[in-house]
């Protein structure tokens, strides 16, 4: 098996001195003028340990010390170095226009919280304020009018929260390059988003953040980066995703 | 916390809330990256009643959770007499109980009975 870091251009470039996950030399599979940093993965299983998480993205960050590259996610891999070679020529067009497009560019990552939350169903205050009481008297309808009530007050909550969080996040995006915001899952208490900012940019993305911070006293802001532009890979993750010979670890 | 500490090392901060029990609130990403990755059951014999046991429990809850956002659909719909409401009321109502008895039994909590559906989660998270 073959653990791929990244998608880089410049090939001819000496690889980083450091080791891979597992202390694995890293190693280059090249295409034209594109090429995938790897190293081999021979049985032993990734942990999702933090320093391994770490390691992923010190490769990562040490290849953006001096070239364009698309990061994969943690924990791509692909059967042999063969394959990565023939994925690589197979998408080598979207990858060029990829790397084209995060070239110069970092992520900045953004995740949201309002004072609201981390209240769960269970806590008393969802129940007690909701704007529905319970009909009737027998158990039954009693819970079930208080299953409603409390969906409609999750409801009406999740929709403030993503109000707040939109207004933010578009602030926020009128100072990136491109930007995302994952507000589908409603599973989660924290809403996140991820801008690609121009390295020479990030200081004053940094100030534009603090604005919004201050404007939003009821927001709470955990910013962190910058971040190689996980979030704006298209091609890369679609060439080793397209294959069912890719796995997760 | 020590994934804050890591940051902070590592200068990846660039903002966050200077209250740490808010900077607490937040969803330890490596979490994250485990939560999304495929779980594997670890068949223990030493822990396998328990283990099969938070299995099977958290099928039933998820189905439990399920039937329920669908009772509630249909309340609000106003596609159920009275008499239907207290009937499935009463039912799910009982079903919650004998799950809370059953997690007390094998010492499970709620995050043990969470099953990761990968895409199928956002058709399910509004259960939660």
Redesign the interface.
Known sequence: MTYVYAIADRPDEPLPSQSGLHDEALAKVICRDVVAVVSAFDGWRLSKAEDELWRHEEVIEALMSDRAVLPMRFGTLLPSRQRVGDLLCEAYGALVKDIERVRGHVEIGMRFLTASEGRSEDDPSVASSCRLPPRGTRPGSVYLWAKVARDRELQDRRRAKLSLVRAAYERLASHANASRLDDERDDRQETSAAFLVSRDRIVSFREVVDEVANAHPELALLCTGPWPPYSFVNAGERATSGSDECHAA | MQ?DA??VR?Q??????TDQA??D???DP?AE??R???QRIVADPKSVERDLARLVLSVVELLRKLL?RQ??RR??NGTLS?EE?????????KLEARMGELKATFGLGDQELTLDLGPL??LV??C?
């Open positions: 994934r890591t940051l590592r990846k901060v660039i903002h966050a809330p808010l900077l609130r937040f969803a490596s990256v485990e999304q990755s495929p329920e009772a509630v309340v609000e009275e409401i207290e009937r499935l009321g009463e039912t799910l109502l989660r956002d998270s509004g939660d």
